[in-house]
Structures are given as structure tokens and as C-alpha cells.
């Protein structure tokens, strides 16, 4: 799935506001199905969000038959959104792919050839800049070595440990979700973005690799008449927005 950057199309922030200012967390779903070709097409949207280095770190668990759904909903500690949402999405970050999708992004470079300066990204920098070692040792090193370049000059200051990785693959993952939540409302369709629920159980209903994290099991469907809890709100621009 590529695509040539070519002319931008004319955009109506209109329909843009609409989409966002329309898009709220509802806890109620009519049993009305999401189309295949409507989930297909908003997964794909969701794909195109950016992500660090391109490197994609990230995986889309769709449940939709009855049965597994009833089981995950329960991992959801039975929140309504869970129970009465016609399709769940575990949106799964993996901090570890790196290096696998690095190759492959060497593979299936969209030109005809590939540009030094990315065959050096991808072959050099990035296996040094996301490798942290066995035991975390190598990520320690390149702390340490960086703690004292960085008081010469401005370099990275990371990522130097796992914990670190699973912050920057949950980073873009979560960007992938929020671009998901704004296609399914695109296309009239609601979502709850959930973070209640037992991921252990998650993991294990849905067989998804032990070192994936699910960032959000997310809830989708038509809202019902019930399903917006209360009305949104946001705090004071003033506190939050800082123009320097
Ligand atoms: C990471 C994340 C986790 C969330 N987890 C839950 C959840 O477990 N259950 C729930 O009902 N809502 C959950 N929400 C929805 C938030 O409560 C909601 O976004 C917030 O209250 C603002 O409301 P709005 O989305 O309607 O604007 C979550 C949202 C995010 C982004």
C-alpha cells in the first residue's frame, strides 16, 4: 500500500471540524454491524498516521464474532462500550519489530531506487539507535556516551532502555488509533477508546505476542441514543497552551 505524494485535494475544515467536534467516547452501541468494507478502509486510514521512522510498530486485533467478543468484553472488566459494541479493536504497540520492519521497509522501498541516505538510515542508524542489547546494556552505553556528547552539542537522548522502546512504539500506536477513531466517525461510525482492562487476559484471549502492548482496546460501532454520557469539556486553553 503506497501512495505518490501528487496534488493536495481541496479540503473543507468544515467537515473536518465535524468529524473531531462529532467524535466522542460512547459507552452504548446499537447492534448494528460495522460493513467490512468500512472497517477495512478505516484500518487503512489508520495505518497512514505518521509513526517514528515509518517503521510501522504496530498491530490491530479485529474481533468481531460473538463469542470472542463476549470473552474480551469481560477482559474489559464489562464496561458497556465493551459489551454492547458490535467490534473490538485491541490496538497492540510492538516495541520489538523494529528491526524486522527496518528490512523490510529496505525491501519494499516504493521507488525504483532506493536513496543512499535511507539505505543508511535503515541498515545503519536505526539498528544503533533502537537496539538497546542483551540486558539493556547497549541502551545503558549509549546513555552513558550521549550524557557527555550531549553537554558539546544537541544530540537523541533516546531511546536508551525497553521502557523507553514501549513509550516509542506506544507513541505511534496511539497516533494510529486516534486517526482510526476519526475514520470510523468519517465514515458515521463512533468508537470508545478503552484502557480498562486486563491485559494479561487480553493478551491471551487474542494470542498476541508477549511483547506487544495493547495501548487501547477500542469499541466500535453505531452510538445509541444513550451512549454519550455527558457533555464534553475541556479545561482553559490558558492553562494548557503555552505560545512562546
Ligand atoms: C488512552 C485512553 C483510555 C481510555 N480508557 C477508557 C476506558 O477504559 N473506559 C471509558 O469509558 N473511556 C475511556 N477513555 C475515554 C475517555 O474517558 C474520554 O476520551 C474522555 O473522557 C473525554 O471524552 P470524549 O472522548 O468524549 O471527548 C479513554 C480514553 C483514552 C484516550
Redesign the pocket.
Known amino acids: 500500500m503506497t501512495s505518490k505524494a501528487s496534488a493536495l485535494p481541496d479540503i473543507d475544515v468544515e467537515e473536518f471540524r465535524k468529524v473531531v467536534r462529532s ?3 460512547i ?1 452504548r452501541f446499537k447492534p448494528d454491524p460495522i460493513p467490512r468494507d468500512v472497517l477495512s478502509e478505516c484500518l487503512e486510514l489508520a495505518t497512514l498516521a505518521p509513526n517514528s521512522s515509518n517503521l510501522q510498530p504496530w498491530e490491530f486485533f479485529v474481533v468481531e464474532s460473538a463469542d470472542l467478543k463476549a470473552k474480551l468484553a469481560t477482559a474489559c472488566l464489562g ?1 458497556n ?1 465493551a459489551k454492547t459494541a458490535p467490534v473490538l479493536i485491541a490496538i497492540v504497540a510492538r516495541p520489538d519489530t523494529w528491526r524486522k520492519h527496518a528490512r523490510q521497509a529496505l525491501d519494499e522501498w516504493p521507488e525504483a531506487s532506493l536513496p543512499p541516505i535511507v539505505d543508511k538510515y535503515y541498515r545503519t542508524v536505526a539498528p544503533i539507535h533502537y537496539n538497546q542489547g542483551p540486558l539493556g546494556v547497549f541502551g545503558l552505553t549509549k546513555k552513558a556516551a550521549g550524557m557527555a556528547l550531549g553537554m558539546l552539542r544537541p544530540i537523541p537522548r533516546g531511546p536508551s532502555s525497553t521502557s523507553d522502546m514501549k513509550v516509542w512504539a506506544t507513541k505511534s500506536t496511539a497516533l494510529a488509533a486516534q486517526n482510526l477513531m476519526l475514520a470510523l466517525r468519517a465514515h458515521g461510525y463512533d468508537s ?5 482492562f486486563d491485559e494479561c487476559r487480553v493478551k491471551s484471549l487474542l494470542k498476541i505476542h508477549r511483547k506487544g502492548l495493547v495501548t ?1 482496546v477500542l469499541a466500535a460501532g453505531k452510538r445509541a441514543d444513550n451512549g454519550v454520557y455527558n457533555r ?1 469539556y475541556r479545561f482553559d486553553h490558558d492553562q494548557l497552551v503555552h505560545y512562546l
Open positions: 467524535r466522542r467516547s459507552r464496561q462500550a470508545c477508546p478503552m484502557e480498562g487501547m464534553q
